[in-house]
């Protein structure tokens, strides 16, 4: 089954100790993209990858590291996280054939900085 | 830099009505537009895309969209809405190199029975 995995789908954490949440896909999609959901705000992009090794920034990439290793795996890395960065994080993933263009979303991830 | 503006933040509907979620962006190229729908607790999925060609895309579950490029619009519409059609939608632009994709603020549409 085609799907976009992210770990843990909830975390509770306290500011300053450092997280990685987990994103995977099995679509063998180039593009990944992580993205943060807030009441009122809608998605905002924190960062994103267009193949192996080639990250950029989205709009809202403060606080957040990423890598991109390999195909499949596009981990977000908070290094100290902070309660402002307390949201609903998606992963997703694409492929670039043309005519493609629709994103697989994760189920989500929610967290908690205290 | 590009943006994606939805006019309405929430939405309530009678099942039956008709709908018509708005959606302006701002980016002076060729861009490529989606609509992403939200069922509570679950995550985002496609409901329609526009690349090129016809401007009146449709998608799945009844939903269409019309592309007016002068107007910088791509609004969402659906003749008669059902209960289970309760949701956010997100509308979403992206230029021709696929990188950067903006999602707008979401309108939550709640379709009473």
């Known amino acids: 089954e085609a799907q976009v995995t992210q770990n843990p789908r909830y975390l509770i954490t306290v500011t300053g100790k450092k997280l990685t949440v987990t994103c995977s896909q099995n679509?063998?999609?180039?593009?990944m993209s992580w993205y943060r959901q807030d009441p009122g705000l809608g998605l905002r992009q924190i960062y994103y990858s267009m193949n192996v090794e080639v990250t950029d920034k989205g709009d809202v990439p403060e606080g957040y590291k990423v890598s991109r290793k390999e195909k499949r795996n596009f981990p977000l890395i908070l290094e100290s996280p902070s309660p402002n960065q307390t949201s609903l994080y998606f992963c997703a993933s694409m492929g670039l054939a043309i005519g493609s263009g629709e994103l697989f979303f994760g189920e989500g991830s929610r967290l908690t900085v205290l | 830099a590009q943006s994606v503006s939805q006019h309405n933040h929430h939405v309530i509907l009678s099942e039956a009505a008709s709908l018509e979620l708005g959606c302006n962006y701002s980016?002076?190229?060729?861009?490529?537009l989606f609509w992403y729908v939200q069922y509570p607790g679950q995550h985002l999925q496609l409901l329609l895309k526009y690349f090129s060609g016809d401007p009146l895309v449709k998608g799945i579950k009844g939903f269409e969209a019309e592309f007016i490029k002068s107007k910088f619009s791509f609004n969402l519409r659906k003749p008669s809405v059902q209960w289970s059609d309760t949701a956010e939608y997100f509308c979403?632009?992206?230029?021709?190199?696929?990188?950067?994709?903006?999602f707008g603020q979401g309108t939550e549409l709640s379709v009473k029975p």
């Open positions: 679509m063998n999609h180039e593009y």
């Open positions: 979403a632009v992206t230029d021709n190199q696929g990188g950067k994709l903006i």
């Open positions: 980016y002076g190229g060729t861009v490529n």
